[in-house]
């Protein structure tokens, strides 16, 4: 699923995560608790100057702030704020720029009502705290810009004690309940000016919110919280070649769960087949995902703040991946070695622990146009069912392998059966694969063999079909048995004309006098071949294998070495 391409877009999505909402609750408690404070302090027609002059000292001049009215209840302690803007200025971010100091991201927040609940406003005057029951903010519009830019370009996160920005002079910050209702939250490279993420209908509930000295200790919370949900309706971001529109539909995280639930994820390409080969202009994947109903469990949010991602299970209820690939553009030269799965996930940036991921009922379509006969074949593999363990690269785990059991449906008919073992930080990207397909009958191959082959299976037999390889950066070895009873083939070839597949019938004549048309023969034991197939370091790990696998049924068909009895 682009892994290479989405690795860094990937690692700093719990980075960016902590950054919108600890910027969000720095710049927005600043507003709200610095009008509770200085209320009484100074006359109502200063407040507004207070506030705006409180702000721009905390964020180094580099924000303004404005609104339109603000009532305060002292009695029942009740605060609201209507159209509250945040905009930073640009002539200090210039400034800021010129020295290389500014910050890595920049806000722009509209705000059409604040409303805070039970505030304890004696204790805010005599004991510098603030007290109360309950925040709202009501749909926020957020834009959060990346500058990419100053000494801490490289951080996505506020420093360790941004409680103490906060909370200025005051000791102490206590809500009981945070709420951020039907927000829209936007991120852009500020260097290109392109967007990069949009979260829309966004709702975030926080419960027993505290800032100060002891909180920031505490472990167990949370965006300064003993408990959150977060809810969106959409995520959305682009690819940076705007070849894929990537979407999240209906994000829910909840705490106290220990759970993050997510409807649908979709890969959507922008281009047709044509086009995007096209455009790409090169041998490349296609790629066209459909994930739905993916929840994670027991997942350790304290960790995920600290930018590790440990869960107990990640389960997929069903998926659809379709991958295209036209073989008759030129070839990527760029090497793929080092990025086998097991090596991808070594190199995260971030570390990653799941116990177990789950896909259940899910379908897989990969279709080629071949540069032989430049027609398409596709195969397809139907109720797809995975048990993927022990997905890590902490190299202190205790297992040092990733497995991956996987069944399915091949062309939706024929059951099959793979046992991926893969091993962790080996220097060669060592890894194992086992396979079986049983019974079918060989003329359902002609829907790969003729558009990518040129041949047609005219009848046959296949009984069994087991594999045992094991591979490295730079090749594959292992054993094919092939099983099957009176195979005959026909060649092929396009007519000029009418653009249709005829059969060659004296190349076929010829090619079945060569074919062993059974295995076993008669009176003669089952055929076994050992087969080496040398990595084309410009592609795939399925490509390896199929490879592999191709050279040993071929072998098998039409020997050319001492076999193996």
Not at 273 to 286: C, H, I, L
Request: hydrophobic share 40%.
């Amino acid at each position: 699923m682009r892994a290479i391409r989405n690795r860094i877009r990937q690692s700093t999505s719990t980075r960016r995560g902590k950054a919108i909402m600890a910027g969000i609750l720095l710049i927005l408690v600043i507003a709200v608790t610095l009008a509770i404070v200085y209320w009484n302090a100074i006359k109502k027609q200063l407040i507004r100057d207070q506030v705006k002059s409180k702000v721009r000292e905390k964020t180094e001049r580099l924000y303004n702030i404005h609104y339109d009215n603000m009532e305060l209840n002292e009695v029942g302690g009740n605060l609201s704020i209507s159209n509250l803007t945040l905009q930073y200025d640009s002539a200090r971010y210039l400034v800021m720029k010129e020295k290389k100091d500014e910050p890595p991201m920049l806000f722009r927040i509209e705000i059409p009502s604040i409303t805070v609940t039970g505030i304890q406003t004696p204790k805010a005057l005599l004991t510098q705290e603030i007290v109360g029951g309950k925040l709202q903010i009501n749909r926020p519009v957020i834009e959060i810009l990346y500058t990419h830019g100053g000494k801490n370009a490289s951080r996505r996160v506020p420093q360790e004690e941004v409680y103490k920005q906060i909370l200025g002079e005051l000791e102490r910050i206590k809500i009981d309940t945070l709420l951020i209702v039907g927000a829209q939250i936007i991120t852009k490279n500020m260097q290109t000016g392109k967007q990069e993420l949009q979260l829309m209908d966004t709702h975030m509930e926080l419960r027993d919110v505290a800032i100060d000295s002891v909180a920031s200790r505490d472990s167990s919370r949370v965006l300064f919280s003993k408990q959150f949900s977060i809810s969106c309706s959409t995520l959305l971001w682009s690819s940076p070649d705007q070849l894929y529109t990537y979407k999240v539909d209906n994000i829910a995280m909840h705490s106290a769960y220990q759970q993050i639930n997510a409807e649908r994820f979709r890969i959507i390409p922008a281009l047709s087949e044509t086009k995007f080969a096209a455009k790409k202009a090169r041998q490349a994947d296609r790629f066209n995902i459909d994930i739905k109903q993916i929840s994670f469990h027991r997942l350790n949010f304290q960790r995920l703040v600290k930018e590790e991602l440990i869960a107990d299970s990640l389960m997929i209820q069903s998926a659809s991946f379709k991958i295209y690939r036209d073989m008759t553009m030129p070839p990527d030269p760029r090497s793929k070695i080092g990025t086998y799965p097991h090596q991808k996930v070594a190199g995260l940036p971030f570390p990653l622990e799941i116990k177990k991921m789950i896909l259940r009922n899910s379908f897989v379509e990969y279709k080629e146009k071949g540069r032989l006969l430049q027609k398409i074949g596709k195969v397809t593999f139907g109720n797809v069912n995975a048990v993927i363990s022990n997905v890590t690269n902490k190299k202190s785990a205790s297992q040092k392998t990733i497995t991956a059991d996987i069944q399915a449906r091949f062309l939706n008919q024929f059951p099959v059966q793979t046992l991926w073992t893969f091993y962790l930080f080996n220097t060669k990207g060592r890894f194992d694969i086992k396979g079986h397909l049983g019974a079918l009958n060989a003329t359902a191959l002609n829907t790969i063999t003729e558009p990518l082959g040129g041949a047609r299976v005219k009848e046959g037999r296949i009984h069994d079909l087991r594999f045992d390889f094991k591979g490295y950066d730079y090749g594959m070895d292992g054993t094919v048995k092939f099983l099957y009873d009176d195979l005959k083939v026909a060649l092929l070839k396009k007519d000029k004309n009418t653009k249709a597949l005829k059969e060659k019938k004296l190349l076929s004549w010829g090619a079945n006098m060569i074919i062993k048309n059974s295995n076993p023969s008669k009176k003669e034991a089952p055929r076994i071949v050992d087969v080496h197939f040398d990595r084309v370091i410009n592609r795939s790990i399925f490509h390896l294998s199929w490879k592999t696998l191709f050279e040993g049924v071929k072998e098998t068909t039409i020997p050319h070495k001492k076999e193996k009895e």
